[in-house]
């Protein structure tokens, strides 16, 4: 079983490879994993990795690919090229766009000899909640049921999990079982700002729903003491974990 401490992965959503790498080598003894996602890989390109990877860091590539399946297969190759411990798609991309991911994606890790990442599927964001889904995307289900289907979707196209709520995990594991692998935002620990996430859960709650990995950005990256904040979640999910 993966260890609270590895199963937290910080979001560097910054936009210098210098502040990130103060972050990595500030927090790298106390959380698994760093996230790179969006604000970061545009601000800095593919250099950015190479640099966080000379540091030792694994790396979870969010750019969540979102695209015909040809396009986001040939950019799957390319994002794994990089040696990322993991990286996302859409699961509203639909079935053949995310087997084209998986596909790519190990055709290349075995072509290169690097080992194989994870492909996850983002499905419905943290930052939506019943009402945005109904009254704004027409969505006429509730969240928990677009999540399921989705992540349904996910398992039968071969990715190895998802990224969901909190809220999502129990039924997801009920559905997609043990071995899926939930990564979830939208952690926020009782002593920090929700900020602009809807579905939330504290670390405790999250790691007791059965999350593989928590995905947690503000609430560390943004105190005053970046290492306490991490140590101090990590410390909540070990209490998770326990029950
Ligand atoms: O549904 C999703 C998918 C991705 N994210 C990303 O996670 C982090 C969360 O950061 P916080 O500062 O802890 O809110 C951020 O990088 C998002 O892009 C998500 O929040 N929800």
């Known amino acids: 079983m ?16 210098q502040e990130a790498e103060m972050l990595v080598a500030q927090l790298q003894d106390h959380v698994g994993v760093f996230k790179v996602g969006m604000q970061l890989f545009n ?46 798609v859409h699961t509203a991309g639909g079935k053949e766009m995310m087997e084209a991911a998986v596909r790519a994606s190990v055709e290349t890790a075995s072509s290169l000899n690097l080992p194989r990442p994870l492909v996850i599927g983002v499905t419905v964001l943290t930052s939506i909640n019943e009402e945005i889904l109904r009254n704004e995307m027409g969505i006429d289900r509730t969240v928990e049921e677009q999540v399921v289907k989705w992540a349904k979707l996910a398992k039968e196209s071969g990715l190895n999990g998802v990224v969901a709520s909190p ?31 809807k579905r939330v859960m504290t ?36 209490e998770g974990l326990k029950c």
């Not at 601000?43 to 190479?50: D, I, T």
């Not at 995990?169 to 996430?197: H, L, M, Y």
């Not at 729903?209 to 070990?238: F, Q």
């Open 2 to 17: 993966l260890a609270a401490k590895d199963r937290l992965i910080v979001a560097l959503d910054v936009d210098t490879a």
């Open 167 to 197: 809220r999502e995990i129990r039924v997801i594991r009920e559905t997609c079982g043990n071995d899926f692998v939930i990564v979830t935002p939208g952690v926020r620990p009782a002593w920090s700002a929700k900020n602009d996430q």
């Open 43 to 88: 601000s800095e390109g593919p250099e950015v990795l190479k640099r966080l990877h000379s540091l030792g860091a694994r790396i979870f590539l969010d750019l969540k690919l979102h695209d015909i399946p040809n396009t986001v297969g040939q950019a799957s190759a390319v994002l794994t090229g990089h040696g990322v411990y993991m990286f996302n």
């Open 203 to 238: 670390p405790k709650e999250a790691v007791e729903a059965g999350a593989s990995y928590l995905v947690v950005g503000r609430p560390i990256t943004a105190a005053n003491d970046p290492v306490e904040a991490a140590k101090r979640i990590v410390a909540e999910m070990e």
